[in-house]
């Protein structure tokens, strides 16, 4: 499917003559196949391929679900350049469902970045404008950090601070309406080194992305929790909270 979203959306038309449509049932399997005649437009170029599509089907949980498709090209004539030019146009405005994965990509680049302690993977995420908004910070933590110069220093300690983590084990996509935006839900299981203690947080985070790079991550979080973790409340209380804290994951 990904292939074809990366072509097809880049015709100015197409039309797909289906035609000698054939299915064959066995219990909870079956194929179906047909012949087509595919015609593309793009400018004044024109291309034609005749074939036939083969689909194998199963049965899962009572609804019927395409497990393999094949097409066998039988004839072809026009221009095949035609396709080289529709997926240039394509990537320039690519379509939604192309968009989609790559909004998801970059938050999972993101969030294994930090699994990883991959530095260099975490600074390639961040557009050079973007934004990290966490509303939720606690008392003397920022609420926002703007630039991909900063959020790299605001990362920067990361490496140093915590041990194992694990913060896509549980991780689930709410795609919206705009497919350059995501909400995302996850748990975050993270070894504290400078206290010792487990994080154990639940997140939110809403994101865009544009040609997979991260302008806004407006991030959702228990502060308390999270006080806890870095032991906050021990640091205020001994005046050094910015030791404790320093370059935490938020």
């Known amino acids: 499917m990904t292939q074809w979203a990366n072509s097809l959306p880049g015709f100015e038309r197409t039309r797909h003559q289906i035609s000698n449509i054939k299915t064959i049932v066995n219990g909870d399997r079956a194929t179906a196949t047909a012949d087509v005649v595919a015609n593309h437009y793009l400018d004044k170029m024109f291309w034609q391929i005749t074939g036939s599509y083969k689909y194998n089907v199963v049965k899962e949980e009572g609804e019927w679900k395409i497990s393999q498709m094949t097409f066998l090209a039988k004839s072809e004539k026009g221009d095949r350049q035609i396709i080289n030019e529709a997926v240039e146009e394509a990537s320039i405005n690519p379509a939604p469902y192309i968009q989609r994965q790559q909004t998801k990509q970059a938050v999972i680049h993101f969030l294994t970045s930090l699994e990883e302690k991959d530095m260099d993977k975490l600074a390639s995420v961040w557009a050079e404008d973007a934004v990290q908004d966490m509303p939720f910070s606690p008392d003397n933590f920022p609420k926002r950090v703007i630039g991909k110069a900063n959020l790299i220093k605001h990362y920067a300690d990361w490496q140093k601070i915590s ?7 549980n991780l689930v996509f709410y795609p919206m309406q705009d497919a350059t935006m995501i909400f995302a839900e996850w748990r975050g299981d993270v070894e504290i080194i400078t206290t010792g203690r487990i994080y154990k947080q639940r997140y939110g985070g809403l994101f865009h992305v544009v040609d997979g790079k991260i ?10 929790v999270f006080k806890y973790a870095f032991g906050l409340d021990e640091a205020e209380l001994s005046g050094n909270t910015i030791a404790l804290c320093a370059g935490k994951r938020q």
């Open 163 to 169: 041990g194992k983590a694990n913060f896509t084990e």
């Open 215 to 224: 302008e806004l991550f407006r991030e959702y979080y228990d502060p308390i």
